[in-house]
C-alpha cells in the first residue's frame, strides 16, 4: 500500500521564523499534494496544493514545494504567527488522499 | 456559501451498538468521502460516494456501510460496535465531475465517537 511519512513529528519555532515540514510518499502514480491544517476539535482545513505538473507555489506566508522525482514536497511558513500553532498533515493523492501521521507545530510568542 | 456539515457533533454507545452519522457536503458537491481519525493520528480513508453508489473503499471491515441520497448528504453506518471504533469520524466533500479539480476535498468538523 501508500507509505506517507512527515517530519518532524513536532517543531517548535519562536514566533516569526520560519517552519519547514517535509513529506515523503511511495505511490508513483500520486498526482496531487495538498497540505491541510488541523486545529483543535475541528477538521482538516486546506491550507494549500500544488498538482504534479508544477514545482512552486506561493499563497502569502505558504508555499508548497514539489519534487515528484525524489518523491517528496515540503510545505514552507514564513513569518510565523502563534495562530499557526496546530497540527499540519500533507495528503499524497493517487486515486484517493493517504495522510500523513502529522506535525505538531507551536509557535512561541 | 455553506461549508460541509455533520450530525450529531458527540456521540456515546457501547459495544456492539449501531450507529449512523450523517454530513451534508458544500453547496454544489457531488461527492462524499469518509474518513476515520483516532486520537494522535491521521485521518484514514474509508469510503467515497459519488451518484448514490460506493466508488471507492479503503482497507475497513463491512461493519462499516454508507449510502448517499440524491440531495448528496451521505450517512456512515457502523454495526457491532469494537471499543476500537471509538474516533473522529470526519466526512469531506468534493465536485468529481469537475475534472482534476475533484481531488480537491473540503472536510467537514467531525462527529466524535467514544464506544464504552
Known amino acids: 500500500g501508500e507509505n506517507v511519512e512527515q517530519h518532524p513529528s513536532t517543531l517548535s519555532v519562536q514566533e516569526g521564523d520560519s517552519a519547514v515540514i517535509k513529506c515523503t510518499y511511495s505511490d508513483s502514480a500520486s498526482n496531487y499534494f495538498p497540505w491541510y491544517k488541523q486545529e483543535l476539535g475541528k477538521g482538516p482545513q486546506l491550507i494549500i496544493d500544488?498538482?504534479?505538473?508544477?514545482g512552486e507555489k506561493k499563497d502569502q506566508r505558504i508555499a508548497v514545494t514539489l519534487n515528484k522525482t525524489a518523491k517528496h514536497f515540503s510545505l514552507h511558513i514564513t513569518e510565523t504567527q502563534p495562530e499557526d500553532s496546530a497540527v499540519y498533515f500533507c495528503?499524497?493523492?493517487?486515486?484517493?488522499?493517504?495522510f500523513g501521521a502529522g506535525t505538531i507545530l507551536r509557535v512561541k510568542s | 456559501d455553506a461549508g460541509v456539515t455533520q450530525s450529531p457533533t458527540h456521540l456515546i454507545k457501547t459495544r456492539g451498538q449501531q450507529v449512523t452519522l450523517r454530513c451534508s457536503p458544500k453547496s454544489g458537491h457531488d461527492t462524499v468521502s469518509w474518513y476515520q481519525q483516532a486520537l494522535g493520528q491521521g485521518p484514514q480513508f474509508i469510503f467515497q460516494y459519488y451518484e448514490e453508489e460506493e466508488r471507492q473503499r479503503g482497507n475497513f471491515p463491512d461493519r462499516f456501510s454508507g449510502h448517499q441520497f440524491p440531495n448528496y448528504s451521505s450517512e456512515l453506518n457502523v454495526n457491532a460496535l469494537l471499543l476500537g471504533d471509538s474516533a473522529l469520524y470526519l466526512c469531506?466533500?468534493?465536485?468529481?465531475?469537475?475534472?482534476?479539480?475533484?481531488?480537491?476535498?473540503?472536510f467537514g468538523p467531525g462527529t466524535r465517537l467514544t464506544v464504552l
Open positions: 500544488i498538482r504534479s505538473n508544477v
Open positions: 495528503a499524497p493523492h493517487g486515486n484517493k488522499l493517504v
Open positions: 469531506a466533500s468534493s465536485l468529481l465531475t469537475s475534472g482534476r479539480a475533484g481531488d480537491t476535498q473540503y
